[in-house]
């Protein structure tokens, strides 16, 4: 009897674990999807129309319209590059400075990233230079060297939420898939993207689903495998052995991998 009882429960841990893996992955993927659209929509509006047929108020009330479309995001914002020639006549313009994510007025940088449009539930990042965080940072490098979407490690977000930021390339002018990664870089007008508030909005998603009170669902950022980060639940180490089982998770960066550990909350 114990023997079944344990083969049930492994087979259940399977079937819940695998439907919550392909719902997470689902979400995060019409999520990206959508972000992309926007950025399309940024190079449409913004940069192929003189003068620029987007602003703040737009893009605001636009990307609140279509949040639905972006369920795990908790906001999405669009940061230009600004060169250090140009940071005088953009500052003039805007009639702002641009600041650090510490709030403080940026020290000379070779480029900025200054957020120039946000929805609205991201408004605190509105003039911030998104170089100025070393994972935002790495995420603009990275997705306009590739011309693809890109993730962070999992971090604290500026919510105080762990999570992980999404980015995708704006580029000046259309170019070819196999263009060069400096053709790229010269190529870049901004960046557009999103804070995928796991915390928060993955919780959302499991407290929905049947058995959730017995389950305990982590999920970790295991793209350097000897030292898994936790993107998604509590690090405490479970003492006996329970039935458990790993699904593989594909975020849609290549460079990182992901997956979900789940297991029962009491011992079977
Ligand atoms: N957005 C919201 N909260 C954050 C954050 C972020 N980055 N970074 C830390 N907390 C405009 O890649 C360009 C958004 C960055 C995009």
Not at 77 to 93: I, L
Not at 138 to 150: D, F, P, Q
Request: charged content about 25%; glycine content about 6%.
């Amino acid at each position: 009897f114990r023997r079944a009882a344990l083969r049930k429960a492994e087979e259940g841990i399977v079937c819940m674990c695998e439907e919550r893996a392909r719902m997470l992955q689902d979400q995060f993927a019409v999520s990206v999807n959508h972000v992309h659209a926007l950025a399309i929509l940024v190079a449409t509006f913004h940069y192929e129309k003189q003068p620029p047929a987007l602003d703040q108020d737009t893009f605001a009330d636009y990307t609140a319209r279509t949040s639905f479309e972006r369920p795990l995001l908790s906001g999405v914002a669009y940061a230009q590059r600004v060169m250090n020639a140009d940071r005088e006549s953009f500052e003039r313009q805007q009639g702002w400075i641009i600041k650090t994510m510490k709030h403080e007025p940026s020290p000379v940088q070779d480029e900025y990233a200054p957020v120039i449009y946000s929805q609205e539930t991201v408004s605190y990042i509105e003039g911030l230079d998104m170089m100025s965080g070393e994972e935002d940072r790495e995420n603009i490098l990275r997705s306009r060297a590739t011309g693809k979407a890109v993730l962070t490690r999992p971090f604290r977000l500026m919510s105080n939420h762990l999570g992980v930021v999404l980015t995708f390339p704006v580029y000046l002018v259309d170019l070819p898939p196999d263009a060069k990664v400096e053709d790229r870089v010269a190529a870049t007008a901004g960046y557009l993207g999103g804070a995928f508030d796991v915390e928060s909005l993955v919780e959302n998603l499991l407290r929905q689903l049947a058995g959730n009170q017995e389950l305990v669902v982590n999920v970790y950022d295991v793209t350097n495998h000897s030292n898994p980060l936790v993107m998604y639940g509590s690090e405490v180490p479970l003492g006996a052995p329970s039935p458990s089982h790993i699904c593989m998770l594909d975020f849609g960066d290549p460079f990182r991998k992901h997956h979900m550990i789940c297991r029962y909350r009491n011992k079977h």
